[in-house]
């Protein structure tokens, strides 16, 4: 292979990776090379051009973190998440339809129990998250683990701003599938936009908003993990999330409370907001 | 926008970007979105999957630094940088082809007399390296500036395993166009594989070696810059470089030299290989 030129390479780059022992991984480089090609061939980068787009992903990778996945932010706000993420449901038979994960998400969350107030400390109006999680016949489904996490009222994520851990936990629900805590309401938020994906962002004469809405993962054994949010009737983004993430079944409403008991026997003093989702879990194939 | 699902996607992303003011900038974006989609359709990622690329992508940029461009070496052994070089050097007119830029230069290289050593006290076989500058014409271009770098006789280069810049500089060409200078005999090398792209290599079966060579960055007022290598006849990788960049037209040999006078005047006490090679610049368009 010498002498090549821009009718000859793709299928040099392809001969050359054909060897690949892997059948899956194969498949996977050998359409990255097309596609990849592909695209190049059609807007043809001058060399500064290419040299923009290798500074571009060097500095996305940069910025990530034990807190920041500038790379997932991309994803999301390119529509890939959600599309990755649609191609892996394509028959949710009656289950709780899904989306993106977010990059938000931190492996060692606090556990509480059920009940548990996960605000930490973080001023905000008082909200009860309440909800069963069944199957797709309507069983409870027991003691399954229930991971919710979310923005303070000013749209901020614990790992944006604080030096400690907030509004994020992982509860058991109990015997009949139930699961109920104690946070404060989030708020409609800007993505991290001072990185790469926020200068992409202003090129494209984007917003960087999402709207409102609450995270839940949610798995059991036998049952294949969910991944999903809910999200508030009325907010200003439903139609113009960055990361194409809204599905209308998964618009709820709060439900404005009084001070008095609350459904777990809290006595509360002042008026809060009750939002309850019911999850339906598909079994694993 | 909402429920989106894999076929209404790509159009929803097409849209919110249909805004972007720059021209130039909304070409480019929708062309990614198109051909991302269409790999991701096409390939059609697990979840795990989508999360071993974010994480490939990610360790690609953390191991840049301002001695390894990753997302170099993976633009180059995918082939996207000679396919992009390619387009960028349509018409050659009679000029000296060209070549991938590698991700050796380096930007504050030290600058020589022409004669100068550049080898900085690396060992080796001592490699006396001249040529002349002209233009499409075959008239020399005075003082053109001529860059060279490469690897030293393991394979390295400078700034892989030195602490000091060594096998690279920068001369002035003389008012004929003609330039010398003194260093060591490189070798065929593998780019660095202890990184995501050695991996990659690795699972598609290929070997990450680089035919001998010395690089070259040639410029000169109204002149288009040429950025290419000189190869050694013989080399056993000419046919399988790791990054597709052999070209027959940059292909010549050593001439083995005995001791004695070498051409700019100097006394060697030991036999040396001289390399030359006559560059022609095409006009600024």
Chains 1, 2 share one sequence.
């Not at 605000?119 to 919710?148: C, F, L, N, Q, W």
């Not at 936009?193 to 992409?200: A, N, Q, R, S, W």
């Not at 609350?262 to 907001?273: E, I, N, T, V």
Request: glycine share 8%.
């Amino acid at each position: 292979m010498r002498d090549l030129d821009e009718t000859s390479i793709t299928d040099e780059v392809l001969q050359a990776i054909s060897g690949t022992p892997d059948p899956r991984t194969r498949q996977i480089s050998e359409a990255l090379v097309r596609h990849l090609h592909a695209f190049i061939r059609e807007i043809e980068p001058t060399q500064a051009e290419w040299e923009m787009g290798i500074d571009f992903l060097t500095r996305t990778g940069k910025m990530c973190s034990d807190v920041r996945q500038e790379f997932i932010l991309l994803s999301d706000t390119l529509g890939v998440s959600m599309l990755v993420d649609a191609i892996n449901h394509r028959h949710p038979e009656g289950a709780t339809e899904t989306t993106v994960f977010g990059p938000f998400f931190v492996e060692q969350r606090p556990e509480y129990p059920l009940g548990g107030n996960i605000s930490e400390g973080v001023e905000g109006k008082p909200m009860y998250v309440s909800g069963v999680v069944r199957d797709t016949a309507g069983k409870p489904i027991a003691h399954a683990t229930v991971d919710s996490w979310h923005s303070d009222d000013e749209g901020h994520y614990d790992v944006q701003i604080r030096d400690h851990l907030a509004m994020r936990g992982k509860f058991r629900a109990d015997e009949k599938g139930r699961f109920w805590f104690w946070s404060v309401r989030p708020k409609f938020y800007p993505i991290p936009d001072d990185g790469p994906v926020g200068e992409m962002l202003r090129m494209q004469g984007r917003h960087p908003f999402r709207p409102e809405h609450v995270h839940f993962m949610i798995s059991a054994q036998g049952y294949e993990t969910l991944v999903t949010h809910v999200f508030i009737e009325g907010d200003r983004y439903l139609d113009s999330d960055v990361v194409f993430g809204v599905k209308n079944s998964l618009i709820t409403n709060y439900k404005e409370c009084q001070p008095g008991i609350a459904p777990d026997g809290k006595q509360m003093d002042r008026s809060y907001l009750a939002l309850h989702y019911d999850f339906v879990l598909s079994a694993e194939k």
